[in-house]
């Protein structure tokens, strides 16, 4: 019984861990993505649609890197992961950054932070918002499919 309450403890410190150093490398290529986007958007005057591209896809490799050495210690193929890494990212760009674009631009600017958006011009409020959707949706899936643990293999027993 000790033994196994032990091990409890263990795994429940293991995942805190975990999602600490998650959480760090997610602020980390947050910061780089979205600085990427300001400075795209505010001295190279890119579209919103290229910069939070572009922004985005800065932060999606450094976190795919991060993530894969530092937070999960991910053994999977390379190549494999990254794909399905990128896949999920693009997925996640759609849905935050051009699926609910418009929905959150109603929103955000008409109903809740119009004195914001006045000196900011609304594009840049947007981001932010468009950036915490694409955190929410990119952590969960890349948490259940891009970085999950192999499933452990069974032994054949004799009579198989």
């Known amino acids: 019984m000790i ?16 999602f600490s150093k998650y ?7 947050t910061i780089v993505g979205i600085s990427s986007i ?3 958007l505010f001295f190279f005057h890119l579209s919103h649609f290229l910069a939070t591209f572009i922004g985005n896809t800065v932060g999606m490799f ?3 890197y991060l993530n894969r050495k530092f937070t999960f210690h991910h053994k999977g193929s390379p190549l494999k992961s990254v794909v399905i890494f ?3 990212s693009l997925f996640c760009y759609y849905l935050a950054y051009v699926l609910f674009h418009n929905f959150l631009e109603n929103l955000l600017i008409e109903e809740t932070i119009i004195l914001i958006s006045v000196e900011l011009n609304k594009k840049y409020p947007l981001v932010l ?29 004799k009579h198989d």
């Open 62 to 64: 450094l976190s795919f």
């Open 38 to 40: 300001f400075l795209l």
């Open 3 to 18: 033994e196994e309450e032990k091990q409890n403890i263990f795994r429940g410190y293991s995942t805190i861990k975990s």
């Open 129 to 157: 918002f468009e950036a915490i959707l694409y955190t929410v949706f990119s952590y969960f899936l890349h948490r259940l499919i891009t970085f999950r643990s192999p499933k452990p293999k069974k032994e054949l027993s």
């Open 86 to 88: 990128i896949g999920i």
């Open 23 to 29: 959480a760090l490398v997610g602020i980390i290529n």
